[in-house]
């Protein structure tokens, strides 16, 4: 069984969206005025309440005159927003990690969720609507069916859209092998296959480069937390989230069509951060991190293999026909000739040949 997440896209009517911000809103004061609260704490005692006492600090704030509008949330959801907290503050504590202690949430972001539990099928999905307590039946379009029920779902706003997202369980379903091997070169223009095979990847982002730039100049022309400003502000985010849909739908259409073709398929750990902060536009334009994390859990669903090479492995700079290794290799350089045996072949593709003997080593 894999866990897979199911989104779908809500249409709720003006009235329902909001209280939807409503929720979310009063999800968020919950999260900065625990965390506030915390620091306070920890600054005095040295210790931390976590969540059993801050639920029972919640039930007090919730009957306060001053916060009764706390009550037009489900408390579930304000219950999930202090388990999420206090996953977050455990996690910094136990692993330390980059991101550092949990941090206080905006009010200027069009990008906001909250976590529903104790929900199913039959109670909240009815004739082509989810219900939300507190909300009601709000339309949604279910593109496809679910594998399983669900327990708890979140509810996510993105650029102004709507969307609920299910977690369900699904089964491994083995695909009828195919015999075949691949490895894959991953560049800034192409993938490459070690088959000759080639895949173009869209510049998405680079394509709508004028639209945006255009977006942004209209939003530096207007008075800062105005409503016009607001305004140009969701249609930048608005484009910004097509092109986001655009590189996730190819990327999806290609990783499955590459697990239904091949049995095993190798790959290059590439350094992702590290190409990024070289370039960032050519990182989010050919999909690196994305493609590889679809081609592993797809790999695990349909009972195929993704096999990564170390990032070190000089597959650019290795002849394929004689394995000898070039010392210098500029990224001009195209076409690869091996000094050596004279062997001359596309330098993508003998890359790619090359990763995929020493994956399958």
């Known amino acids: 069984m894999t866990n897979l997440k199911y989104k779908y896209r809500l249409y709720p009517t003006i009235k329902q969206s909001d209280s939807l911000n409503q929720i979310a809103g009063n999800c968020r004061f919950v999260w900065n005025h625990?965390?506030?609260?915390?620091?306070?704490?920890?600054?005095?005692?040295?210790?931390?309440?976590?969540?059993?006492?801050?639920?029972?600090?919640?039930?007090?704030?919730?009957?306060?005159?001053?916060?009764?509008?706390?009550?037009?949330a489900p408390a579930v959801a304000l219950q999930q927003t202090l388990r999420y907290l206090d996953t977050s503050m455990?996690?910094?504590?136990?692993?330390?990690?980059?991101?550092?202690?949990?941090?206080?949430?905006?009010?200027?972001?069009?990008?906001?969720?909250?976590?529903?539990?104790?929900?199913?099928?039959?109670?909240?999905?009815?004739?082509?609507?989810?219900?939300?307590?507190?909300?009601?039946?709000?339309?949604?379009?279910?593109?496809?069916?679910?594998?399983?029920?669900?327990?708890?779902?979140?509810?996510?706003?993105e650029a102004g859209i709507w969307f609920v997202v299910l977690t369900v369980k699904k089964k491994t379903t083995p695909l009828p092998p195919t015999g075949k091997v691949v490895?894959?070169?991953?560049?800034?223009?192409?993938?490459?296959?070690?088959?000759?095979?080639?895949?173009v990847i869209p510049k998405y982002l680079?394509?709508?480069?004028?639209?945006?730039?255009?977006?942004?100049?209209?939003?530096?022309?207007?008075?800062?937390?105005?409503?016009?400003?607001?305004?140009?502000?969701?249609?930048l985010r608005q484009l910004h989230h097509i092109v986001k849909m655009q590189r996730l739908d190819y990327c999806h259409k290609l990783t499955t069509s590459l697990i239904n073709n091949y049995d095993i398929i190798c790959l290059e750990d590439l350094n992702v951060v590290g190409i990024q902060k070289f370039n960032g536009h050519i990182t989010k334009d050919n999909i690196f991190a994305i493609f590889r994390s679809q081609l592993e859990y797809k790999a695990i669903l349909y009972g195929k293999k993704v096999i990564c090479i170390s990032r070190w492995f000089p597959s650019s700079k290795t002849c394929?026909?004689?394995?000898?290794?070039?010392?210098?290799?500029?990224?001009?350089?195209?076409?690869?000739?091996?000094?050596?045996?004279?062997h001359i072949e596309d330098?993508?593709?003998?890359?790619?040949?090359?990763?995929l003997v020493e994956g399958m080593k």
Request: with cysteine; net charge positive.
């Open 183 to 199: 490895g894959i070169d991953l560049n800034s223009h192409t993938y490459v296959c070690s088959d000759g095979i080639e895949f």
């Open 347 to 355: 330098r993508d593709l003998n890359s790619a040949k090359n990763i």
């Open 320 to 342: 394929n026909s004689c394995g000898v290794i070039k010392e210098k290799l500029s990224l001009k350089e195209r076409i690869y000739e091996c000094e050596h045996c004279g």
């Open 34 to 72: 625990f965390l506030a609260l915390e620091s306070a704490t920890y600054a005095a005692t040295k210790k931390f309440n976590f969540f059993h006492a801050n639920s029972a600090n919640l039930t007090k704030l919730k009957s306060d005159i001053d916060k009764d509008w706390l009550k037009l």
């Open 90 to 157: 455990k996690t910094y504590f136990k692993h330390k990690t980059t991101k550092g202690f949990p941090k206080f949430k905006s009010k200027r972001n069009f990008d906001s969720s909250f976590s529903l539990t104790m929900v199913s099928k039959d109670t909240n999905i009815k004739d082509n609507t989810f219900y939300i307590p507190k909300v009601g039946y709000v339309d949604c379009v279910f593109s496809r069916d679910l594998p399983s029920d669900f327990a708890s779902c979140q509810i996510k706003q």
């Open 206 to 235: 680079s394509e709508n480069q004028t639209k945006i730039k255009k977006l942004q100049r209209e939003l530096s022309r207007k008075k800062k937390e105005s409503n016009n400003y607001k305004k140009a502000q969701l249609k």
